[in-house]
């Protein structure tokens, strides 16, 4: 108990500090490593790799004990830049203080990871997501990979809201669920948070044709 307590207060000092320091806005360290995509059974899968998701200010908030999220959408953009396919899905960071766990909750389950580096190593890491299924591509045409990240912290009321903004939006397919992430951080924390990290790339040009096949 005597234990729990002194976490508790420092990790009460330790908000209060992040709170009371400079913004220091998006993380600069943040990136894409690399981003791919290959065909398998017919659909068009992507994988992607980050550094640096959790920033300084985010990962003390959630280690305090307050959550956060890891919101990602990937696109697939035809000419003129116009999405044919998009798969949406976020991630609640948590750090349980009565049992010292740290919980990474997904749209199916959830892990416990060791900690705030291992945190951001999960977070860091999207391998293999099936985005559309190749027939809607066309051969002559190119397209590329469009990828967004928000992660920030969230107190619990926003994490209420965010939930019923998606159950509002869930009536798609969980392949071509269109959640516009713009439109919802908008709501959410317009005027910006301390802490966020946004994060936006686009991958080369591909054309069906020349994508890897992989068993």
């Known amino acids: 108990m005597v234990l729990l307590t002194m976490r508790l207060l420092w990790s ?3 908000l209060l500090l ?3 320091a400079p913004a220091a806005g998006a993380a600069e360290s943040a990136t894409v490593i690399a981003a791919e995509v290959h065909a398998r ?4 899968h992507a994988s992607v790799t980050f550094a640096d998701l959790l920033d300084l200010r985010t990962a003390s908030t959630i280690d305090s004990g307050l959550s956060g999220v890891c919101a990602y959408e990937l ?3 035809g000419p003129g830049g116009a999405a044919v396919g998009r798969r949406t899905w976020t991630l609640h960071l948590n750090h349980d203080l009565w049992e010292d766990r740290y919980v990474i909750a997904g749209p199916d389950s959830a892990v416990t990871v060791p900690g ?3 945190m951001d190593s999960f977070c860091c890491r999207v391998e293999d997501v099936r985005l559309l299924p190749l027939g809607r591509l066309e051969p002559g045409l190119e397209y590329q990979l469009s990828v967004q990240v928000e992660v920030l912290p969230l107190a619990s009321e926003d994490q209420d809201r965010l939930s019923r903004y998606i159950s509002r939006r869930g009536g798609g397919t969980r392949e071509e669920l269109d959640l516009d992430l713009g439109s919802l951080f908008g709501r959410l ?3 910006g948070r301390s802490g966020r990290t946004s994060l936006s790339h686009r991958g080369p040009s591909f054309r069906i044709g020349s994508l890897e096949v992989r068993p």
């Not at 059974?41 to 068009?44: F, G, V």
């Open 41 to 44: 059974d017919q659909w068009l």
């Open 75 to 77: 696109s697939v953009l």
């Open 116 to 118: 705030l580096a291992a």
């Open 189 to 191: 924390f317009q005027g």
């Open 18 to 20: 992040l709170i009371a």
């Open 12 to 14: 009460g000092i330790a």
